[in-house]
């Protein structure tokens, strides 16, 4: 074996090992800790009280055993786990993302539902309001059954009536243009408050008080408008002015209009008049 003196060179970290080794100092290969490390240059400065040119030997050893034991330390957990915490950071912009979503969807839903409750209150009191007016009006000496049934009406009885009235002030209208079909209700909402004015501006004669109150997508696709009054319902309804209401609104649109299925039974196919019975 080659004795490195005090002028070798220490190529590698195997000859710092060798060099250690031979001055009676053994640091591990692999797995070297600080207290290790600590009792080698305890050791070390325990040899003489002032460094030689052997002492220096041995400390150019030891820095070559530390260097090459941080070189081929693993890497840290951040350094690791790094694709890993990018990924995580993603989903949870995600999340919150899709928790915005649904936050706005939840509040759109519930100012529908509070618009909705608000009109049938409204217009359950008006029906309330108008039947009590007639009945105190037109008080006979002798009242009728019909004017008895309408004093003090159930409530039930009312909400019924209200039903019926908020029936009629509704407009369906259904459309195949995807740019409408993707607008929310709000949306068409406005949509349809902003297509009356601009009838208004044309110089449109409309009811003073017309005003889309509210909108709601159907099953089938068509789209339910309920206007201020019946009024305004029956007005748009017009042939001419829903003409004009969708060549603004959307030109695929058309209004569905209310049917009513009936059944008539035992309905004559044939008619002899020449007998007495058929007259």
Known sequence: MNTLGPTSVLKNVADAHASLCRFGLKIPESGISLQMA??????????????????IEILCAIVCVFDHTIEIQPQGPQTLLGDQLLRLDDIIK??????IILTNLTSEIKDSIDMSTENLDRIVEKVNTTIQDTSAQSEPSRPTYAATTKINIPRIHAGV???????????????????????????????????????????????????????????????????????????LKGYSRRQEFLSNFDVNAFFIDKTYHLVAEFVPISLTTTEILTL
């Open 38 to 55: 600590s009792s080698a240059l305890l050791e070390f400065t325990t040899l003489a009280p002032s460094l030689t040119v052997l002492q």
């Open 161 to 235: 009536l209200a039903k019926s009235e908020a029936a009629n002030q509704l407009v369906i209208i259904k459309s195949s243009s995807p740019s409408t079909q993707e607008l929310s209700e709000k949306e068409l909402i406005a949509k349809a408050n902003m297509v009356i004015s601009l009838l208004k501006d044309s110089g449109t004669e409309t009811p003073d008080d017309i005003l889309f109150l509210s909108a709601r997508k159907l099953r089938s696709g068509a789209i339910s408008f309920e206007l201020d009054s019946a009024e305004s319902a029956n007005w």
């Open 94 to 99: 995600q999340q919150e993302t899709q928790a």
